[in-house]
């Protein structure tokens, strides 16, 4: 369950002078896009994008897969709403997004379906103000590597899981105030996780034997916080 979350970047460039102070936002994108490797090596220049990786107009360079407009279309590339802001105005600084709530909900949602994790997008509020373009240090950048801080509560582990008799007991020792959803499914890899037991919260540490039939060849199980 995640409580909290906070990304960190440093921005290592900004316009010729005179530049412009201005407000970013993060926004969850929507599809997938490429990620280059390229490396800029003056100052404010870039390079080309290499095959499958992304630019202003193609999500994968030299393919058929563009932006839904050039730089990105809300509700097709990216969700509208910002997820955090911050306000950036000069290089060399570091620059924290969150925490947020919708934040959080970004990161659990990534965490439940991996398959819908493409990252978040930084865009400027205003893309009409002039001199506000500012560069980003990437994962690449072995000194400025952006970030990610989380705040979590990890499930409890499964002490046990036993055939007694006719049925299937799941142990665990559940903390306090928190509420434990124990979810089941017929294969490891693929289906919809099931519910099977929802306990808690405690107002103290409590032990926990939750009991499955045993009707069938296989199951696999889990246990998330609420």
Same mark, same amino acid.
């Given at each position: 369950?995640?409580?909290?979350?906070?990304?960190?970047?440093?921005?290592?460039?900004?316009?010729?002078?005179?530049?412009?102070?201005?407000?970013?936002?993060?926004?969850?994108?929507?599809?997938?896009?490429?990620?280059?490797?390229?490396?800029?090596?003056?100052?404010?220049?870039?390079?080309?994008?290499?095959?499958?990786?992304?630019?202003?107009?193609?999500?994968?360079?030299?393919?058929?897969?563009?932006?839904?407009?050039?730089?990105?279309? *809300? &509700?097709?590339? #990216?969700?509208?709403? %910002? +997820? /955090?802001?911050?306000?950036?105005?000069? *290089? &060399?600084?570091? #620059?924290?997004?969150? %925490? +947020? /709530?919708?934040?959080?909900?970004?990161?659990?949602?990534?965490?439940?379906?991996?398959?819908?994790?493409?990252?978040?997008?930084?865009?400027?509020?205003?893309?009409?103000?002039?001199?506000?373009?500012?560069?980003?240090?990437?994962?690449?950048?072995?000194?400025?590597?952006?970030?990610?801080?989380?705040?979590?509560?990890?499930?409890?582990?499964?002490?046990?899981?036993?055939?007694?008799?006719?049925?299937?007991?799941?142990?665990?020792?559940?903390?306090?105030?928190?509420?434990?959803?124990?979810?089941?499914?017929?294969?490891?890899?693929?289906?919809?996780?099931?519910?099977?037991?929802?306990?808690?919260?405690?107002?103290?540490?409590?032990?926990?034997?939750?009991?499955?039939?045993?009707?069938?060849?296989?199951?696999?199980?889990?246990?998330?916080?609420?």
């Amino acid at each position: 369950k995640i409580l909290s979350v906070i990304l960190t970047n440093e921005c290592v460039g900004d316009p010729d002078e005179p530049w412009n102070s201005a407000n970013f936002g993060l926004h969850r994108l929507l599809r997938d896009w490429g990620e280059g490797d390229n490396f800029a090596t003056l100052p404010r220049n870039a390079t080309n994008a290499g095959p499958n990786e992304a630019n202003w107009a193609y999500r994968f360079a030299f393919t058929t897969n563009t932006w839904g407009v050039p730089g990105g279309q *809300a &509700g097709v590339d #990216y969700v509208s709403v %910002p +997820s /955090a802001t911050q306000f950036i105005y000069d *290089a &060399g600084l570091f #620059y924290t997004f969150g %925490p +947020s /709530a919708k934040m959080i909900e970004d990161i659990q949602r990534w965490l439940d379906s991996p398959s819908e994790n493409f990252g978040w997008m930084v865009i400027i509020q205003n893309e009409t103000q002039d001199f506000t373009a500012r560069r980003i240090a990437s994962r690449e950048d072995v000194f400025d590597t952006p970030k990610l801080g989380i705040d979590f509560v990890p499930p409890p582990p499964i002490e046990s899981a036993r055939w007694v008799g006719n049925q299937f007991n799941i142990t665990f020792t559940a903390p306090p105030g928190q509420t434990y959803l124990v979810q089941f499914r017929n294969a490891l890899g693929s289906g919809t996780w099931e519910p099977l037991a929802q306990v808690g919260p405690f107002a103290q540490t409590n032990a926990v034997v939750v009991v499955d039939s045993v009707l069938y060849t296989q199951r696999f199980y889990r246990i998330i916080v609420k």
